[in-house]
């Protein structure tokens, strides 16, 4: 019963799946995202107070904690973890890639509960480019290549469907050139932790006009002229 609320509120959260296992105990397995030199608490809500904890990496110890004793901080995890004895709940401080791991709780009082941790970098802005065709303009949203969990990544815009096309995948939308080009757009783009947006208008990807630059060359004249 108690495992069983446990990992039930912690599906409800997160949206993931319990399976029972044998004995009639019962496992989650939730995925978690951290950032790199970011922080991560692994959540637990269990309804009875604890009386002792255990979380593991891997199988080797993280922390160690007993009613009426200090929390025990195994290495590497030495001043980089917090265990609140209250919750269960377990935050990584500054992670790093090595940190990515399976870790788990394993205490009398909630049943066992299993996270899969996955450490990926800062989301960088996306930079938007065009390409010019002769009726149409193509939008890429692109995040720098140094980034290494594009599969992580999707994209959505903001632009009226009646501007965007869909192109030929989520980073790309296609625009004909005879729409309003003083609009800009927007991507957004969203890893697990954070999104990032950027945006483009839409003038700048068309080459000036003729008259933009006969009003540019007039100017520059009387600017000369009153000097
Ligand atoms: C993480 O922190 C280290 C040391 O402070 C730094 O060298 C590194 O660039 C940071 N990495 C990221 C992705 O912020
Ligand atoms: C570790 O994290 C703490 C809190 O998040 C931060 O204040 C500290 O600068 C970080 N240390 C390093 C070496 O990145
Ligand atoms: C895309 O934009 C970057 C700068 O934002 C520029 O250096 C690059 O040449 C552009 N690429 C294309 C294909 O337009
Ligand atoms: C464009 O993509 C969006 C989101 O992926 C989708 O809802 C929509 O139906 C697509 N439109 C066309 C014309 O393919
Ligand atoms: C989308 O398509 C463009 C061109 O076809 C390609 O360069 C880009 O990598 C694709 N992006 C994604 C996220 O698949
Ligand atoms: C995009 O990713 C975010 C975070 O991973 C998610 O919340 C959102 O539902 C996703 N949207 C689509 C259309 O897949």
Redesign the pocket.
């Known amino acids: 019963m108690t495992a069983g609320s446990a990992c039930g509120w912690a599906a409800v959260v997160l949206g993931v799946v319990c399976l029972v296992l044998q004995f009639d105990s019962i496992s989650c397995n939730f995925p978690m995202f951290g950032t790199v030199n970011q922080s991560v608490t692994f959540p637990i809500a269990s309804s009875v107070p604890f009386t002792e904890i255990l979380w593991t990496k891997n199988r080797d110890k993280v922390v160690e904690w007993e009613a009426g004793s200090p929390v025990r901080v195994f290495p590497p995890f030495i001043r980089r973890v917090h265990l609140d004895t209250t919750s269960g709940s377990l935050t990584i401080f500054n992670l790093t890639y090595s940190d990515e791991a399976d870790y788990k709780l394993d205490s009398l009082s909630s049943g066992d509960t299993l996270f899969t941790l996955k450490v990926i970098d800062p989301l960088p802005s996306p930079t938007l480019n065009c390409t010019l065709a002769a009726e149409d303009i193509t939008v890429n949203c692109r995040i720098p290549e140094s980034y290494s969990f594009t599969q992580l990544l ?1 994209y ?1 815009w903001n632009c009226f469907p009646a501007l965007c096309k869909n192109g030929s995948n989520m980073s790309e939308v296609v625009i004909k050139r005879n729409n309003d080009l003083s609009q800009e757009i927007r991507c957004t783009v ?3 932790l954070s999104k990032q947006t950027s945006l483009l208008v839409l003038a700048t990807c068309v080459p000036a006009a003729p008259v933009d630059q006969y009003f540019k060359m007039i100017k520059c004249i009387v600017t000369k002229l009153f000097k």
């Open positions: 999707n959505s969203n890893s697990p």
